[in-house]
């Protein structure tokens, strides 16, 4: 059964312009989250999905955006970069609502910004 | 305000010993979740342990166990046997049960401790 997967792994850009990040969950799972992992700060709730609504968000400004797609896959926009955004963005799966549910995660997409 | 504290930021142990991280949580809940949960220099995140907060249990996997104290609001981790593949940032997570539209699918992460292993 293949996992979580997010692309690009890797993905540079410069302060102003916009970053796409995409995500595929397990399949079955309808629930996708996003989340920041800059360093030194753990990781931060981004953003939940699940049947296409986003379901709740955790405090970013609104450059941070997404969606889900009807195949459950999704992605994440940053608009307008800024250098703090430097971060590894990390996507996780799950069957409807984490905690009774596991969340399983991807490898990450590594967004720098110049 | 911060939910989980992890107060090691790195541990140290040989192959074969014993190492315990420490994690405590703040919340009024009674019913929530914990994982514990580890990511490699591969960056993927590998869920290592859950405890639901209604069992006085605690859960165990294989070398990997916890000693969750509900009262003191405590959730610690303890790998035995430590491997040189057990090397990694270690996160514990806190979600609560009962749903609110502001903890809705918010899994709440410490800060996390990186567990070195040395043979």
């Known amino acids: 059964e293949a996992g979580v997967t997010q692309s690009p792994t890797h993905l540079i850009k410069t302060r102003g312009q916009q970053a796409t990040l995409r995500c595929s969950p397990i399949s079955g799972h309808t629930s996708v989250y996003w989340y920041q992992q800059a360093l030194g700060l753990g990781l931060q709730f981004l953003l939940w999905?699940?049947?296409?609504?986003?379901?709740n968000r955790g405090n970013f400004p609104p450059r941070f955006s997404g969606r889900q797609f009807p195949n459950y896959s999704s992605e994440l926009n940053v608009n307008a970069l800024e250098l703090e955004d430097s971060a590894l963005y990390l996507c996780a799966s799950s069957l409807f609502l984490v905690g009774a549910n596991v969340l399983t995660f991807g490898a990450g997409s590594r967004l720098t910004v110049l | 305000a911060q939910t989980v504290t992890q107060s090691q930021p790195e541990m140290s142990v040989q192959e074969a010993e014993t190492v315990t991280l420490s994690c405590t949580y703040d919340?009024?809940?009674?019913?929530?979740?914990l994982f514990w949960y580890k990511q490699p220099p591969s960056r993927q995140m590998i869920l290592v342990i859950r405890q639901e907060a209604y069992k006085q249990q605690n859960a165990t996997e294989n070398r990997f166990s916890v000693n969750f104290q509900k009262a003191a609001k405590s959730f610690s981790l303890k790998i035995s046997d430590s491997q040189l593949g057990d090397a990694a940032m270690y996160f514990c997570a806190y979600i609560r049960l009962r749903l609110t539209t502001d903890s809705w699918g918010k899994l709440q992460f410490g800060a996390g401790t990186q567990v070195v292993v040395t043979p």
């Open positions: 919340t009024s809940e009674s019913d929530y979740y």
């Open positions: 999905y699940d049947e296409g609504e986003e379901r």
